[in-house]
């Protein structure tokens, strides 16, 4: 399975964009990057996914390198409530391998 | 639109008891995964269940096994419960196949004493 590494922690001030950083040098062409967080004692909550182009939905952005050996997620409003683990996984098959992830913590 | 239901919300239970957890998936998804989460780790996937049969198997021994009904709908059984069976349990649904993107429920947190 295609690994994937991330800051342990990140902060962000509320109102500012939070970047989050995924490198994940050792992954294939079919392979999809998804991002999900977790809030506290939470099930995980889908954020987004793509496979080349970058993507964006109503909760955040997806920005994927040319060579696909990164991504960056990002929050463009960070709000207290963006407070969680921010899992970056690459999807080998049927399966969601989930990491370590990074602590966002945002702060007023 | 109803989202991703598992019951019980928690559970208690004793070594070498068995356990049945239960997930209804998202209106309309006919593919359930379970998961595995420890106090302060991951999620690891235990199996995956689509048109009733198990389409993918996590590092997991044989203790823990699984069933999807027709209506979609899916059971967790664990026998022999050991200490380390302790974590909260994730279903997650999708719509149009086991390669379709997950959408989790809230989970049931186990504690095997």
């Known amino acids: 399975d295609a690994k994937t590494t991330q800051p342990p922690s990140m902060d962000c001030a509320e109102g500012r964009a939070a970047n989050l950083p995924c490198n994940h040098s050792?992954?294939?062409?079919?392979?999809?990057v998804y991002w999900y967080r977790q809030i506290h004692s939470q099930g995980p909550q889908y954020i987004i996914h793509?496979?080349?182009n970058n993507e964006t939905n109503e909760m955040a952005s997806l920005i994927i390198t040319e060579d696909r050996k990164s991504s960056t997620l990002i929050l463009p409003h960070a709000t207290l409530r963006d407070t969680a683990v921010y899992y970056c996984i690459v999807r080998p098959d049927n399966k969601l391998v989930f990491g370590a992830g990074t602590i966002l913590r945002v702060k007023s | 639109d109803a989202g991703v239901t598992q019951s019980p919300t928690h559970l208690i239970k004793t070594r070498g008891q068995q356990v049945t957890l239960r997930c209804s998936p998202k209106s309309g998804h006919d593919t359930v995964s379970w998961y595995q989460q420890a106090l302060g780790q991951g999620p690891q996937f235990i199996f995956q269940y689509y048109e009733e049969e198990e389409r993918q198997r996590g590092n997991f021994p044989d203790r823990f096994s699984g069933h999807q009904f027709p209506n979609y709908s899916s059971e967790l059984n664990v026998n022999a419960l050991l200490l380390g069976d302790s974590a909260l349990y994730l279903c997650?649904?999708?719509?149009?196949?086991?390669?379709?993107?997950?959408?989790f429920g809230p989970g049931t947190r186990l504690l095997v004493l």
């Open positions: 050792t992954i294939s062409g079919n392979e999809y």
């Open positions: 997650a649904s999708s719509l149009g196949g086991p390669r379709e993107t997950q959408y």
């Open positions: 793509g496979l080349k």
